[in-house]
């Protein structure tokens, strides 16, 4: 009787671990269950513009974070026939994620140039849709494109000296997204507007002062559907000498002119004697503000907005220092640091008024680190003028100024040791000589001449 009492009281305790146990299981089960039935459809990438050239390979991304994929089909409807190009159905090692390398056999689908659309569907593995999957689709209205863009380069002689500038003209055969120039590193947009045909373009260009003879330039563009066409052009280069000179860096300079100059004192700038000041200036202040003027360039205006005439020097005013000069500096007899000299120097009274070389937008004024107060003007087509080292500015910024106006006046802000005017000219990010553009001769022949002989065969 009390061995019945026992038995009776065990099989009580264990109903509520039996029914746990049983709920636990019910709930599992169910959970998996409904997860099968997720209501997230697959994601689908592809990049498909307006047109497209199927045969370049290019890469179509499906992603599924729940049930995985279970089917992805690929269809081009082109005249009222469809093309089957792509089916997968994953049965086994489901995938969450596709990275599906892609290109088209156009002989083998029958598939021409012109218009199209390209369907792509991709299903997951979830029960929804009677077991079929969630789906999504995606269409591109598209224009099959395979054929490469035609060059034809208009102007016929291109002479260009290291650190100099010139133009080249060229006609399309249809519209092109990108395409200009190639020298070297460097990459010159073409610009339109200046014929009446608007498939005929002209680009700046420029040819860095320590590029070799052997630098490569050729006309580059690439259509909508990425088709790219190169066409080489005739070209010399013409070699340049440029001079070297020694620069005393005194006591009395450093005393004078690094206060002027904030050093973060992460860079260390609080322990630093008044000469490693000037080096670590010469040298990191200089290229941040070379990357700060390389930033400006890149909104370049594509219009001409210079009037084809030569540009303005500084009146009155003696050469101090020449274009690309290599400056070697010395303290105590003893070499502390060597750069170039992007620009001419030019002296004349204390606060000479100084003129917009040439007509053009305002793009930047004000503090400008090594150069003091600066203002830069964009004169379309990639053609900057620059002028530093001024004691007053009296534009601004967004301003238009015609060629002759008044923006500041001479000045020894910046690293300068006495007032005077350092004046640059950039084609895009390339520094470049600005006695070419102080010669009228030289405009003339080199740019002017060339639109004007393209203009007379553009009718």
């Given at each position: 009787?009390?061995?019945?009492?026992?038995?009776?009281?065990?099989?009580?305790?264990?109903?509520?671990?039996?029914?746990?146990?049983?709920?636990?299981?019910?709930?599992?089960?169910?959970?998996?269950?409904?997860?099968?039935?997720?209501?997230e459809a697959p994601v689908v990438d592809a990049a498909i513009g307006a047109a497209w050239n199927p045969t370049r390979e290019f890469t179509i991304h499906v992603t599924d974070r729940k049930s995985g994929i279970r089917r992805v089909q690929i269809v081009l409807t082109q005249q009222g026939r469809d093309a089957q190009l792509f089916d997968q159905l994953f049965e086994k090692n489901i995938p969450h994620r596709l990275d599906l390398p892609f290109k088209v056999d156009l002989r083998r689908h029958r598939i021409s140039e012109g218009p199209a659309t390209l369907v792509i569907t991709a299903r997951d593995m979830s029960w929804r849709g009677w077991f079929h999957g969630n789906k999504t689709e995606i269409r591109f209205d598209t224009v099959i494109d395979t054929r490469a863009p035609r060059l034809t380069v208009l102007t016929r002689f291109h002479n260009i000296s290291q650190g100099g500038a010139g133009l080249v003209v060229?006609?399309?055969?249809?519209?092109?997204?990108?395409?200009?120039?190639?020298?070297?590193?460097?990459?010159?947009?073409?610009?339109?507007?200046?014929?009446?045909?608007?498939?005929?373009?002209?680009?700046?260009?420029?040819?860095d002062y320590k590029a070799g003879t052997g630098t490569e330039m050729v006309v580059t563009a690439t259509d909508a559907a990425g088709n790219t066409a190169r066409s080489p052009f005739p070209y010399h280069i013409l070699r340049k000498a440029f001079r070297r000179e020694t620069i005393p860096i005194t006591d009395a300079f450093l005393k004078q002119k690094m206060p002027e100059f904030r050093i973060d004192p992460a860079s260390g700038g609080s322990d630093m004697s008044l000469l490693d000041k000037f080096i670590f200036i010469n040298q990191q202040q200089r290229e941040t503000d070379s990357q700060r003027l390389n930033s400006l360039t890149n909104k370049q205006s594509p219009a001409m907005l210079w009037d084809g005439t030569v540009f303005l020097r500084l009146p009155n005013a003696a050469p101090k220092a020449g274009f690309a000069d290599h400056r070697i500096y010395l303290y105590n007899g003893r070499v502390i640091d060597e750069q170039d000299h992007m620009g001419v120097d030019l002296a004349s009274l204390r606060q000479s008024p100084?003129?917009?070389?040439?007509?053009?937008?305002?793009?930047?004024?004000?503090?400008?680190?090594?150069?003091?107060?600066?203002?830069?003007?964009?004169?379309?087509?990639?053609?900057?003028?620059?002028?530093?080292?001024l004691s007053t500015i009296v534009v601004q910024k967004g301003q238009k100024v015609t060629k002759g106006d008044l923006i500041g006046t001479t000045g020894a802000t910046g690293m300068a040791a006495g007032d005077h005017l350092h004046f640059a000219m950039t084609v895009g990010d390339v520094f470049v000589n600005p006695i070419e553009w102080w010669d009228e001769s030289w405009i003339q022949h080199n740019i002017t001449d060339k639109i004007q002989d393209v203009r007379t065969i553009d009718k």
């Open positions: 009787m009390r061995l019945h009492k026992q038995k009776r009281s065990s099989s009580i305790h264990l109903l509520p671990v039996i029914l746990v146990l049983v709920i636990g299981v019910l709930a599992f089960g169910g959970y998996k269950f409904l997860s099968h039935f997720e209501g060229y006609q399309l055969s249809k519209p092109c997204p990108r395409h200009g120039v190639q020298v070297g590193e460097h990459f010159f947009h073409g610009t339109e507007g200046l014929f009446k045909n608007p498939l005929i373009m002209a680009a700046m260009i420029a040819l100084v003129p917009a070389a040439n007509t053009g937008v305002v793009v930047e004024t004000g503090p400008f680190g090594i150069y003091g107060n600066t203002v830069m003007i964009d004169h379309g087509m990639g053609l900057f003028s620059f002028y530093a080292h």
